[in-house]
């Protein structure tokens, strides 16, 4: 599975942007999906992520309630709408995919997309 993530961009405080994160590959559908976000001079994190079907979704702590992250398997693309923005939302975003993403490295990675949030 190759990965592709885009919609990144420069946005103020409050606002909104949209990620979205192509596959390529039939095993798309079979794969849990994950966001994960790296500031400058942090740790990488994790932000979401859904299940193969779409069913289960669950978020960290610091963007519950204002990120939702959804899937169109016939599409083979993975969202997360991002609300409200701050400026400590402001990372390098990645998608990833596996069996599991949020308890072990998941094996599949995009590049990223930079979003920055001013204040």
């Known amino acids: 599975v190759q990965l592709q993530a885009s919609g990144g961009g420069l946005v103020q405080a409050g606002g909104s942007l949209r990620l979205s994160c192509a596959a390529s590959?039939?095993?798309?559908?079979?794969?849990?999906v994950g966001w994960f976000r790296q500031a400058p001079g942090k740790e990488r994190e994790f932000v979401a992520d859904i299940s193969y079907s779409g069913g289960n979704t669950y978020y960290a702590d610091s963007v519950k309630g204002r990120f939702t992250i959804s899937r169109n398997n016939a599409k083979s693309t993975v969202y997360l709408q991002m609300n409200t923005l701050k400026p400590e939302d402001t990372a390098v975003y990645y998608c990833?995919?596996?069996?599991?993403?949020?308890?072990?490295?998941?094996?599949?990675w995009g590049q990223g997309t930079l979003v920055t949030v001013s204040s």
């Open positions: 590959g039939r095993s798309f559908s079979s794969y849990h």
């Open positions: 990833a995919a596996g069996v599991s993403v949020r308890y072990t490295d998941p094996p599949y």
